[in-house]
């Protein structure tokens, strides 16, 4: 069973940063493509980025592009999620995701496992 761990939430200001952490069980860490999905109250839940499995390749949605980084480190069993300039459009529950598709995608029903979520609020 491949268990996902995000850490890393808070509360911080507007133009703040945050980084987030998806703990990923062993062994498995290297076989899947990441992604980064959030939901916002009362809102569906929406792609944030992807990182192949080898971090050779990322992709990200366009609110958050230039402002956040994904990255891995497959020795530590971990993806981050680093959040710059952060806005108050940007609280959200974050939620890392693993998807065995080849090609990195955004589509939800591509990742077949899920961490629970940490919170990260911005205020104004």
């Known amino acids: 069973q491949v268990q996902l761990v995000e850490s890393g939430g808070g509360l911080v200001q507007a133009g703040g940063s945050l980084r987030l952490s998806c703990q990923v069980s062993r062994h498995y860490v290297n076989i899947f493509a990441m992604g980064w999905f959030r939901q916002a109250p009362g809102k569906e839940r929406q792609f944030v980025g992807a990182i192949s499995w080898n971090g050779d390749n990322t992709y990200y949605s366009d609110s958050v592009k230039g402002r956040f980084t994904i990255s891995r480190d497959n020795a530590k069993n971990t993806v981050s999620l680093q959040m710059n300039s952060l806005k108050p459009e940007d609280t959200a529950i974050y939620y890392c995701?693993?998807?065995?598709?080849?090609?990195?995608?955004?589509?939800?029903?591509?990742?077949?496992?899920w961490g629970q979520g940490t919170q990260v609020t911005v205020s104004s």
């Open positions: 995701a693993a998807s065995p598709a080849l090609t990195l995608t955004s589509t939800e029903a591509s990742y077949d496992y």
